[in-house]
């Protein structure tokens, strides 16, 4: 049975921290990428950062480019999106995603699977 878990949202005032968690299970992530979204209200998702295992290519989205660090650890089935210096804007909900493919992609279309979100919240 193929999960993706995010954990780790939460309140935080404008930089501010947040380190967010993505525990995967039941597919073979080597064949995969793991990808890191997210949908603010009224607006559509969009891809924030996204690793690939077999070639080691991570993908940022220009916006959060020098602020937000994705990890991997592979062996404890866990991917780590670590935001700094957060803005309003960040605030969304944020989803982790699985696709098998060998390059980071952003269309939603290419993901197998998703997890159920964590809230990320940046105000004053």
């Known amino acids: 049975q193929v999960q993706l878990v995010e954990s780790g949202g939460g309140l935080v005032q404008p930089g501010g921290s947040l380190r967010l968690s993505c525990t995967h299970s039941?597919?073979?992530?080597?064949?995969?990428?793991i990808g890191w979204f997210r949908q603010a209200p009224g607006k559509e998702r969009e891809g924030v950062s996204c690793?690939?295992?077999?070639?080691?290519?991570?993908y940022y989205l220009d916006s959060v480019k020098g602020r937000f660090l994705l990890s991997a650890y592979y062996a404890r089935n866990i991917v780590f999106l670590q935001m700094n210096n957060l803005k309003p804007e960040d605030t969304a909900v944020y989803y982790c995603?699985?696709?098998?493919?060998?390059?980071?992609?952003?269309?939603?279309?290419?993901?197998?699977?998703w997890g159920q979100g964590t809230q990320v919240t940046v105000f004053s």
């Open positions: 995603a699985a696709a098998r493919r060998t390059f980071c992609t952003q269309d939603l279309a290419d993901y197998d699977y």
């Open positions: 039941g597919f073979p992530v080597g064949d995969y990428v």
């Open positions: 690793i690939s295992r077999s070639t080691g290519g991570l």
